[in-house]
């Protein structure tokens, strides 16, 4: 759902005749990608385990703004600014993306050694 919100903003604000103004304390591009990569882990956390969050003590509206110094006005004027200009935008998005997948492949690669380490051994139970 939220993916659709982001999406119609994007279409809205690269559609419009009027450029968006650069913020008053605009975000390197790297810096935005960096957020939108631990947006996209919270929200994937968030919905495959909801109780890891709160076991860690991470409220995941606040962590964003906690880790990089920013408040919620600075990270949507940002956002929108960077949604304005497509060609910005899309490298940013494509960047993100990157940088899930090689996560994803790095997670992958760990599970059959976790599985080993988690199955007990026969000779340890008899």
């Known amino acids: 759902m ?3 919100i982001v999406f119609f903003l994007f279409l809205f604000f690269s559609c419009s005749d ?3 103004p650069k913020p008053d304390n605009l975000l390197a591009p790297e810096t935005m990608e960096d957020i939108l990569v631990d947006l996209a882990l919270l929200q994937a956390t968030d919905a495959a385990n909801p109780d890891k969050l709160r076991q860690e003590n991470i409220n995941s509206k ?3 703004y906690d ?3 920013i408040d919620s006005i600075t990270f949507k004027e940002n956002h929108v600014y960077y949604a304005s200009n497509i060609k910005k ?3 940013i998005h494509k ?3 990157d940088r899930l997948k090689v996560m994803k492949t790095e997670a ?3 599970k059959p050694e976790q599985k080993r380490v988690e199955k ?3 000779e340890l139970i008899e």
């Open 120 to 122: 007990p051994r026969k």
């Open 18 to 20: 009027k450029p968006v």
């Open 108 to 110: 992958d690669s760990l």
């Open 2 to 4: 939220k993916s659709y």
């Open 95 to 97: 960047n993100v993306i």
């Open 67 to 69: 880790k990089y110094s």
């Open 89 to 91: 935008y899309k490298k």
């Open 62 to 64: 606040t962590f964003i």
